[in-house]
């Protein structure tokens, strides 16, 4: 069996990690597997490019004029949503055609467009999807936060501001999609159960298998290692308690830092002792930006690409926070909870499922500050040992490579066999 894995980036970005992770755990179990990407950042030869071309950065920049036009010429939002009105066909590679199933991950920002994607499917081809945001199964957004309208029809679409037409973008792609997922049987992929049974409510998945398998984590990698020694060889205080905080890009709003500042401060006044034995690691981009925002020290550490520091900066911490206002199954929390670090996290998305409340973490109110504080501190003064062996051995449990490659298998071997 060969499956090739498409995704926009080999690299950056959550989807990428976790596309990559999967391949090398498919591999490991003896199924042959390739990555597919138009942003090719390794010289690895299981990662095929597309062609280069200098249209590739334009077919980016025209899908973007085209949502600013719909936006009324306003800037905000118009990464939160894609329309797909470029792209470029991989159906004519060598890679397609030689592959046996294909496995669609993130495909936005100009990679597919939806007549790529129609050309995919009228290959007669199993096509598996991996829904790591909303995309899929909605108009244009990639989270629809408390919007609905993708259980019947995308229209009036209310992250543009042409969204007082009912034939506005959101409208024509979601018909589309429509139209395009009629043509044969999709096994679409949640990576957590929160996103399969959104996608079970939208009307475009009517008659499709929808499932629900989690990103698998090399545990060879991200493992408990000795937490003062890596605080020594990085240069953190042994006595401490630190707190680590980390996004793409910090300033994201629905990364949720300013409830996670205001927690900080809700510490500091009502817990000044242990406030004062508090510090904490933010990484990502634009951490720099929010120094004056926490009372406590911070370690600003830009976007980390190499796994092993990544490691090495979970194992330093005594907890992992994520205030994410609207998440799947962040990888984060895999990693932290594989290296044996209880984490912090709103009731929402994905996260409950992965953080079990005060068994291997804390799972705060949603948009509860004053709560999240109280994570933060029962989290630090609970029996951490227990705590730090319950996070690993739930890792191990769910996103071992083995357990989630054998799952994909099944999906694969269903699909090839036209059990779909």
């Known amino acids: 069996m060969r499956v090739l894995l ?5 690299r950056t970005g959550g989807a990428a990690i976790a596309c990559n992770r999967l391949m090398n755990a498919l591999k490991k179990i003896n199924v042959k597997a390739k990555m597919l990407v138009r942003d090719k950042q390794s010289d690895r030869i299981v990662v095929v490019p597309i062609k280069p071309s200098i249209m590739l950065p334009l077919k980016f920049l025209w899908e973007r004029f085209v949502i600013f036009l719909a936006n009324r010429l306003r800037r905000k939002g118009i990464f939160l949503v894609d329309i797909a009105n470029t792209g470029t066909d991989i159906t004519k590679m060598r890679d397609f055609q030689q592959a046996d199933i294909i496995h669609l991950h993130w495909t936005n920002q100009g990679f597919l467009s939806m007549s790529d994607i129609r050309k995919i499917i009228r290959t007669g081809k199993p096509v598996v999807i991996t829904m790591h945001d909303m995309w899929y199964f909605t108009g244009i957004c990639h989270y629809a936060s408390s919007c609905q309208k993708y259980k019947t029809q995308c229209e009036h679409c209310e992250q543009l501001a042409d969204g007082k037409s009912p034939f506005d973008l959101a409208s024509r792609v979601f018909n589309k999609k429509k139209q395009i997922y009629s043509l044969a049987p999709i096994t679409f992929v949640g990576c957590s ?22 990103n698998p984590i090399d545990m060879n990698i991200f493992r408990p290692i000795d937490k003062m020694e890596v605080r020594r060889k990085l240069g953190f205080d042994a006595d401490k308690k630190i707190i680590l905080f980390g996004a793409q890009r910090i300033t994201d709003e629905r990364k949720g830092f300013h409830y996670l500042a205001e927690a900080c401060n809700l510490i500091k006044h009502n817990s000044p002792t242990l406030a004062a034995n508090i510090s904490i690691i933010v990484v990502g ?11 406590f020290t911070i370690k600003s550490v830009s976007y980390v690409k190499q796994e092993e520091q990544m ?20 990888n984060t929390i895999v990693e932290a909870m594989a290296c044996g670090i209880p984490c912090v996290g709103f009731n929402v998305g994905g996260i409950p499922e992965m953080i079990d409340h005060k068994k291997n973490g804390y799972v705060a109110e949603f948009k509860n500050a004053a709560d999240f504080a109280q994570g933060i501190e029962w989290t630090l003064n609970n029996d951490y040992p227990a705590l730090s062996a319950a996070a690993h051995q739930k890792a191990v449990d769910t996103y071992s490579e083995t357990t989630v490659a054998n799952k994909f298998k099944e999906i694969y071997d269903n699909a090839c066999n036209g059990n779909i």
């Open 311 to 330: 490691v090495e900066l979970y194992n330093a911490a005594d907890i992992y926070v994520t205030p994410s206002l609207q998440d799947n199954l962040p």
């Open 285 to 295: 981009g634009d951490s720099a930006k929010i120094q004056n925002q926490i009372p």
């Open 193 to 214: 159960k929160w996103i399969a049974d959104l996608a079970r409510q939208s009307a475009l998945t009517k008659g499709h298998t929808i499932v629900n398998i989690p």
């Open 6 to 10: 498409v995704n926009t980036s080999e």
